[in-house]
């Protein structure tokens, strides 16, 4: 198979299944595995895939980050679903960290009456909701995101590096079954590694539209983390697999939610 060839083959297979191996294709090819990274770099820079830890993903499975303003009101209904939902993993005179993100900033709306809390954050919208609770509120320091509104960076490691939670509840920018879950960025996906070690279990809450997508880097496999929290309207279709990986807790349509 000419180089060319066996370029087009590979864009095909990645347009069909989403995703390649480096070593399965560079056996069923019966080529080096240092052929196919070239081949992969070479469609990477015309656009046709994103190259990966051991392969490559197609460009349409890739997930972008989305501007704050662009998700607030965005899957609003099933976000208060999954919050409601956490709020029963939640004991009292706990510690717990939210996550950067709009469904961890619902879960943070239900918690601003308590008073028994220690509650952890790297998000300044979070900070904002919390400004009058009677829960203690840590803001974690770091640079701002702009657009986004999460902090990250040097400060912010350095504060998660000396502290322990009972609880973290993670935010999901893309979910898969083979690459787990994943951020857009390396920044990010770093605070989130540090976030899972602080704390005695993660939840990952999640809505429908994160499943089956992939981003940039990865954050932690699946069977790293205590369960998801997701949505009623998830299909069952999708998420029978990941009962395999992790345990699954479904929200409640509240009445008036819908």
Not at 220 to 227: A, K
Request: glycine share 6%; net charge neutral; charged share 30%.
């Amino acid at each position: 198979m000419l180089p060319f060839e066996r370029r087009k083959w590979l864009e095909q297979q990645i347009k069909l299944h989403k995703v390649i191996d480096i070593e399965d294709v560079s056996t069923k090819l019966n080529v080096s595995a240092m052929t196919i990274r070239r081949d992969l770099k070479e469609l990477e820079k015309n656009g046709k895939v994103i190259r990966t830890h051991g392969g490559a993903i197609s460009v349409d499975s890739f997930s972008e980050e989305i501007p704050y303003s662009s998700k607030i009101t965005k899957n609003i209904t099933e976000k208060k679903e999954i919050s409601l939902k956490a709020l029963q993993l939640i004991k009292e005179n706990s510690t717990i960290i939210l996550d950067s993100g709009t469904t961890t900033l619902e879960l943070a709306k239900i918690l601003k009456d308590r008073s028994d809390l220690t509650i952890v954050t790297n998000d300044v919208k979070i900070a904002n909701e919390l400004l009058e609770s009677s829960n203690k509120i840590i803001v974690t320091g770091g640079e701002l995101q702009q657009g986004i509104g999460a902090l990250y960076g040097t400060a912010t490691q350095e504060m998660l590096s000396i502290i322990h939670a009972d609880i973290f509840f993670l935010g999901a920018h893309a979910i898969d079954l083979k690459h787990g879950v994943t951020a857009p960025t390396f920044e990010k996906s770093l605070i989130k590694q540090l976030m899972i070690k602080a704390s005695e279990e993660t939840w990952l809450l999640a809505d429908f539209s994160k499943f089956n997508k992939k981003a940039f880097s990865k954050v932690c496999s699946l069977t790293e983390i205590e369960g998801i929290v997701t949505d009623s309207s998830i299909e069952p279709s999708i998420i029978k697999d990941y009962e395999s990986k992790t345990k699954i807790l479904y929200g409640e349509v509240e009445s008036g939610l819908r």
